[in-house]
């Protein structure tokens, strides 16, 4: 089994931390609906600005308020209007790659939906895998630089 991205929140602004809380991430249910999160799902956080990389779980917070809350020892790793990556994974055998296809939500400053992305791999006939990251079904230059 390896370790895949499942889902990806790029770019997510965090809108409060709240020490005294029994840790984990809240977020808006829309958003993690739209990439595949579910609640109570772990995931991993790297922080944009300080480097931090944590692993927590994720609670729904209010829909449509747009929310990124770190929780408990998470409120630790950032401060208000940090950008985060919020990556959510799967363990597959390393031949289903191919039957994967994340989304990836990136997000303007005010944590509305900037646009979706689709990861995927494919294999070609002799077996060489390719990747490419495409929106609205077309392919993206890679490396996608962050607008």
């Known amino acids: 089994m390896k370790k895949f991205v499942a889902a990806k929140l790029h770019g997510i602004r965090v809108t409060e931390s709240d020490l005294n ?6 977020l808006d249910p829309d958003h993690c609906e739209a990439a595949g999160i579910l609640p109570m799902e772990f995931v991993d956080i790297w922080n944009k ?5 944590i692993s927590t779980y994720v609670i729904y917070g209010d ?7 770190l929780n408990g020892a998470a409120a630790r790793t950032c401060q208000v209007g940090d950008e985060l990556i919020i990556c959510s994974n799967d363990f597959l055998p390393a031949d289903q790659v191919t039957e994967i296809t994340p989304k990836v939500l990136t997000f303007s400053e005010s944590n509305e939906v900037a646009e979706v992305l689709t990861y995927e791999t494919t294999r070609d006939a002799s077996g060489a895998l390719s990747f490419a990251i495409t929106k609205d079904g ?10």
């Not at 809380?21 to 809240?26: A, N």
């Not at 829909?63 to 809350?69: E, K, T, V």
């Not at 077309?138 to 996608?144: D, F, G, S, T």
């Open 21 to 26: 809380y029994h840790g984990s991430i809240t």
């Open 49 to 53: 600005q300080s480097g931090a990389r």
């Open 63 to 69: 829909r449509g308020a747009r929310q990124c809350i």
């Open 138 to 147: 077309e392919k993206q230059p890679i490396p996608l630089k962050v607008s």
